[in-house]
């Protein structure tokens, strides 16, 4: 559709490593347009994004030539566009705009390259993100600025403990693509059915991962349980999926006590998400992954005031 100039506020794009989202934001976050594809960076073989970000976003900056337009996700990485250098924490979300990359495109349109959060543990091991930094930021516009604890579920679950849009730690979990690995990767595979779901399975894999036990065998039992038929096929991927689950929330929420818990994410996944944080005694508030849209409104206004 045609967008009208005066209509449009900026375009934010999350790009990531498998597909892009892309939004036309107008006042207060409004969405305008919204474009989905699955020319994620991995998809660009010659690496030839310009092109590619032209082809999908080209009719909006010919009819929006002068809104900001502000990238975040994997095409910040080094695999992607261009590297934006990573922002260590603690890190202040509402000063984001001032660690913008530049890149300047061929029709004399610059772009802006989010850059990622590093953080380093008590024993001084790194971890990164990229892109959940515009979800964290879209909350806090929608959340008390007292401390507290996000989980953004996912391949790669990051927790991250926020206070006043500051964010002062995080830890990244590979539940996801563990579940993945497990499931079709191991002898767990020759038993797992990857189509059924029960709710009251996966809470008992929630349940058994409290258990004072190695994860490694607790994963050899899921056959097991099979094999004696304690656990049938149709029950195994759902107690599988609580196991890694309940395993992952047994240290994310150590030490976290009294600290508001927030999901942000697709509603099925941040709902079981949710459920299995009861079992351990806590509730969470679920947030739309659309949140992201806050964000990338948050930092247009910041680009506003220090980039002009």
Known sequence: MDVLIDEAVGIGCDWGTTSLRAYLLGRDAQIIEKIETQKGIMSIKDGDFEKVFEEIIGTWMDLNPTCPIVLSGMIGSRQGWLEAPYVQCPAQLNQLAKKLTVINLIRKRKVFLVPGLTFK???????VMRGEEIQILGSSSTVDQKEQLICLPGSHSKWVRVSCSNVIAFSTYMTGET??????????????????????????????????????????????????????????????????????????????????????????????????????????????????????????????????
């Open 121 to 127: 543990d008590e024993e001084g091991i790194p971890d």
């Open 179 to 308: 579940y993945e690995a497990v499931r079709k990767n191991t002898i767990l595979s020759k038993t797992l059915e990857p189509d059924a779901w029960s709710e009251e399975a996966f809470m008992s894999g929630v349940q058994y991962s409290k258990r004072n036990k190695n994860i490694l065998s607790q994963l050899f039992h899921v056959r097991t349980q099979i094999l004696f038929n304690e656990l049938s096929t149709d029950e195994s991927t759902s107690f599988l999926s609580g196991l890694l689950i309940g395993h992952e929330l047994k240290s994310a929420l150590h030490n976290s006590n009294g600290l508001e818990i927030h999901l942000i994410g697709d509603k099925a996944l941040t709902k079981i998400y949710g459920d299995a944080i009861s079992e351990f005694g806590r509730t969470a508030i679920q947030v739309d992954a659309d949140i992201v849209t806050d964000g990338y409104y948050a930092l247009l206004k910041q680009i506003a005031e220090h980039v002009g």
